[in-house]
């Protein structure tokens, strides 16, 4: 067990135990024909990813993890499902002979992906969790004289002190492009959704007053007629 | 980050910036101006083009920036080939624009942004860089591929391409994590230094097969291929002429770097599993091509064998291979694009032209165009007079001096079935008479068309110029490879 990344003991038996809940979760997200039901089990299998993250070390992922998914994404789901009101969806025979076939063959790749991952050999851990603690931070600052100029720079060396910092070095230092492009990403997907969700357009039909306000307003001018006469 | 940085990166932020303004063009006036819309982008264009000259010529970034992009000849060639046939896009795209019924600025900004997304993908040498851009070029190819929202093929288009790219892009992103747990890095400079002392560790060469399935996928090569008949059948043809050019070169851009720089000393591992997919391709692309009626689905198993013969080139690993990818490219955007236009002019309704029938007779109504026609399609064919020669010549020439010399036969006779699809076509342009062959009126489509004309019989006769650009544009990529 010379791997620093080698589970063992407790650990192990804590990642085999969640990731087994984590695994029936997912699929029953998929098999349940509630939508409620759906979103709840997606819910038990981001917490449970969640703590896959704190037991590798990575405390500040766990934390976003349960923070945006467990919290924002899986309110707007509900949301979604209250909204647009489906009770179940319609039965449906969910064991026919192609997506049988389709079991077959993942559970087989399965297999074979575990037979040969098991015996592959692996870049020693950058990213061990005691790394992720004592990341060195080397910061210059110029010291600058009186007139102006520089005079000498200082060089200060700390210790990172958590693995937020150790994030936030990772994304807004070393990825900051990458970081800025999957923002544009998120862009792009909500210009999408506008595109695809808004109704036709039809320049007469949208400058038309919608027809309960105009209504209410006739309702209120013969009430104005009605009490003025 | 340094203010050098921010020149280095100018194509991409003049692209962002005028993407979003696109988007915000229309509060100002002409809410759904079409016409507006084309002369922004095509500005736009312009100055993405001259972006491009400032950032080559701008200084080495700051590290943090270097390790994720570059501006390489490679990058600069790939970048200017994507602003020409995005204009050409542009210009095509007008057409169904300006009847008003589909917003314009939305889709001008949708193609900025894939731009933007194909440009990081070629300057990437980091295997974040390169996924990022390739999410971002896919997310917008999604939304354009149903742009049509009130038809049901549109949509089911989209459907299929969002699902499966989905998937793939899980399966591309669990390779590189694979190669990274291996290699310890996902800088293609670090992964080649690792790969060259791991030659048989299973863990890496798996790795490498599921980040192949996923880019092969993206070139649509057999057996990842299923998506593109339906897709591009479905899609408006405009943007079907974007998946099928744009979005394919990009998608061979980073294919090459990642095998050229990341992993060729790894090729006795892989060379195999990119032979078999080339030879499929080439295979199953041309057979099914040959009972199809409809031009648009009988084009989109051109399209998958062309990615067949693409990939000899990548599969070769040699100097005269990547030219021959970066000549082919070239070649098969202006002949594929001049094709895909002549199916616009004969557009009556949004799907009509597609048959083969349509074209009955259009020697006769339209000499010229069907003149046009004959070129592209001997282009794509391969024969000599065309560009599309050149480009096979070279992809064949580098397949039979790596030693792969049942793959260039196997190339050779499926370029002969080819050319029996594409003279269905011609048969029915110059023999057969039919009323059906009325060319539409439209400047901006017959003006692409008699450019993609001049552009395949110049490339085709006079091809130093091009050979030599090709030459220069992979030299930093080679001397990477053989150090």
Redesign the interface.
């Known amino acids: 067990m010379t791997d620093p990344l080698m589970l063992t003991g407790v650990s192990l038996a804590l990642f085999v135990i969640v990731g087994a809940i984590a695994v029936a979760s997912s699929i029953l997200v998929v098999s349940m024909r509630n939508p409620v039901h759906s979103a709840l089990f997606l819910l038990l299998t981001f917490l449970c990813v969640a703590i896959l993250f704190v037991s590798m070390g990575a405390e500040f992922v766990g934390a976003v993890q349960v923070l945006v998914y467990a919290g924002g994404i899986m309110v707007l789901f509900l949301f979604v499902v209250m909204l647009i009101n489906v009770k179940a969806l319609p039965k449906e025979k969910v064991f026919t002979a192609t997506s049988m076939m389709g079991v077959l063959m993942g559970v087989l790749l399965f297999i074979i992906?575990a037979i040969?991952?098991a015996?592959?050999?692996?870049?020693?851990a950058?990213n061990a969790p005691e790394n992720l603690r004592t990341a060195v931070v080397v910061k210059t600052t110029p010291v600058v004289d009186a007139g102006g100029a520089t005079i000498q720079t200082e060089t200060v060396t700390r210790d990172v002190v958590g693995n937020a910092e150790a994030v936030g070095m990772a994304l807004y230092?070393?990825?900051?492009?990458?970081f800025e492009?999957?923002s544009?990403?998120l862009?792009?997907?909500m210009?999408?959704a506008?595109?695809?969700g808004k109704r036709?357009?039809d320049?007469s039909e949208e400058e038309a007053i919608p027809e309960f306000i105009a209504k209410k307003v006739s309702d209120e001018d013969r009430l104005k007629e009605v009490t003025g006469a | 980050m340094t203010w050098a940085d921010l020149l280095f990166l100018l194509p991409e932020i003049v692209l962002s910036i005028g993407g979003c303004l696109l988007l915000l063009a229309p509060v100002i006036g002409g809410r759904n101006n079409g016409v507006a819309a084309k002369w922004s982008m095509l500005l736009l264009l312009v100055a993405t083009a001259a972006a491009i000259y400032v950032a080559a010529g701008a200084g080495i970034p700051s590290l943090a920036l270097g390790t994720l992009f570059v501006a390489d000849p490679f990058a600069v060639f790939f970048k200017l080939l994507f602003v020409v046939v995005i204009a050409m896009i542009t210009l095509l795209s007008a057409e169904f624009l300006e009847d008003g019924r589909y917003s314009a600025w939305e889709y001008y900004s949708l193609m900025a942004f894939a731009l933007c997304g194909m440009m990081f993908m070629a300057s990437g040498t980091h295997l974040i860089s390169i996924y990022v851009g390739l999410e971002l070029l896919s997310l917008a190819s999604y939304i354009l591929a149903g742009y049509y929202k009130n038809e049901t093929r549109s949509t089911e288009a989209a459907m299929k391409y969002f699902v499966l790219g989905a998937t793939s892009s899980g399966i591309l992103l669990y390779g590189m994590s694979l190669i990274y747990g291996a290699c310890g890095s996902l800088h293609l400079e670090a992964i080649s230094q690792a790969v060259a002392t791991m030659a048989g560790n299973q863990a890496l060469i798996i790795g490498v097969m599921l980040l192949g399935a996923g880019l092969c996928f993206k070139v649509a090569a057999v057996p990842f291929h299923v998506w593109t008949p339906d897709v591009y059948t479905g899609a408006p043809t405009p943007v079907t002429a974007f998946l099928s050019t744009a979005s394919k070169v990009a998608a061979f851009a980073i294919f090459a770097r990642i095998f050229y720089m990341g992993l060729h000393s790894l090729e006795p591992d892989w060379n195999s599993i990119i032979a078999t997919v080339a030879a499929l391709s080439m295979i199953v692309g041309n057979l099914a091509a040959v009972t199809q009626t409809n031009v648009k689905r009988m084009l989109a198993y051109s399209s998958i064998a062309h990615a067949g013969y693409a990939l000899l080139g990548v599969l070769a690993m040699s100097e005269i291979g990547l030219q021959g990818v970066l000549i082919y490219m070239l070649v098969y955007a202006f002949a594929n694009i001049g094709t895909w236009a002549m199916v616009m002019l004969l557009r009556r309704r949004e799907y009509a032209g597609e048959n083969v029938d349509d074209f009955d007779g259009l020697h006769k109504s339209a000499p010229l165009y069907a003149f046009a026609m004959v070129v592209f399609l001997l282009s794509l064919g391969g024969i000599p007079p065309t560009a599309g020669f050149i480009g096979k010549y070279y992809l064949f020439a580098a397949a039979i001096s790596a030693g792969y010399a049942w793959l260039a036969v196997i190339a050779v006779l499926m370029s002969a079935v080819s050319m029996f699809y594409y003279f269905r076509l011609v048969v029915a342009m110059y023999l057969k008479d039919g009323a059906a062959a009325d060319v539409i009126p439209s400047r901006q489509v017959r003006f692409i068309v008699i450019v993609c004309l001049i552009a395949t019989l110049t490339l085709g006769i006079l091809p130093e110029r091009m050979i030599r650009g090709a030459a220069r544009s992979i030299a930093p990529i080679v001397n990477l490879a053989s150090r």
């Open positions: 992906l040969i991952l015996s592959g050999t692996w870049a020693p950058v230092r070393d990825y900051l492009v990458p492009v999957a544009l990403f862009l792009v997907a210009v999408g506008i595109v695809i036709e357009l320049a």
